[in-house]
């Protein structure tokens, strides 16, 4: 069973229960209890820290949704959109554990390629790492910090 750890991002009051040697943790968005793993975690995290800090409107927010690699169907941890629909953020979430190497990057990138979204976050909850993508001009820009919302 996973115990939760402090993680590099603001704290916040999330709603754990347990259930037997399971843990569950209550997802705002899905509005429903889903199993404590790392990942999950450090993705909770991030859905309260894009709402309530960096003002992300929650309907404008999917968790895990389908993407389409090669025909290969594929899960996306966390995609934004603007208010046109447009994919805007896509973001890639490990386990504090996991590192995060280049190999994470090519993983998030390969996603990339078919969607062409212009901003990418990758964390593990305790290192976070944000780029915007120039597909015009080819460029990848690291940023010190990941955007607020702009509506």
Same mark, same amino acid.
């Given at each position: 069973?996973?115990?939760?750890?402090?993680?590099?991002?603001?704290?916040?009051?999330?709603?754990?229960?347990?259930?037997?040697?399971?843990?569950?943790?209550?997802?705002?968005?899905? %509005?429903?209890?889903? +199993?404590?793993?790392?990942?999950?975690?450090?993705? *909770?995290?991030?859905?309260?820290?894009? @709402? &309530?800090?960096?003002?992300?409107?929650?309907?404008?927010?999917?968790?895990?949704?389908?993407?389409?690699?090669?025909?290969?169907?594929?899960?996306?941890?966390?995609?934004?959109?603007?208010?046109?629909?447009?994919?805007?953020?896509?973001?890639?979430? %490990?386990?504090?554990? +996991?590192?995060?190497?280049?190999?994470?990057?090519? *993983?998030?990138?390969?996603?990339?390629? @078919? &969607?062409?979204?212009?901003?990418?976050?990758?964390?593990?909850?305790?290192?976070?790492?944000?780029?915007?993508?120039?597909?015009?001009?080819?460029?990848?820009?690291?940023?010190?910090?990941?955007?607020?919302?702009?509506?």
């Amino acid at each position: 069973m996973f115990t939760p750890i402090p993680l590099n991002l603001p704290a916040y009051a999330a709603k754990i229960r347990r259930d037997g040697t399971r843990l569950f943790i209550f997802d705002e968005l899905r %509005k429903k209890q889903l +199993v404590l793993t790392p990942e999950e975690w450090v993705r *909770q995290h991030w859905i309260q820290h894009l @709402i &309530h800090t960096k003002k992300y409107p929650k309907a404008l927010i999917k968790i895990e949704g389908g993407l389409k690699l090669n025909e290969m169907p594929r899960r996306s941890d966390l995609v934004i959109y603007d208010t046109l629909g447009n994919k805007i953020l896509l973001a890639e979430f %490990k386990a504090p554990s +996991v590192k995060i190497t280049q190999r994470v990057f090519e *993983q998030i990138a390969h996603y990339n390629t @078919i &969607h062409r979204i212009p901003l990418l976050l990758v964390s593990n909850g305790l290192q976070h790492f944000y780029c915007r993508i120039d597909f015009e001009q080819g460029d990848i820009n690291f940023l010190d910090d990941l955007p607020d919302y702009l509506p």
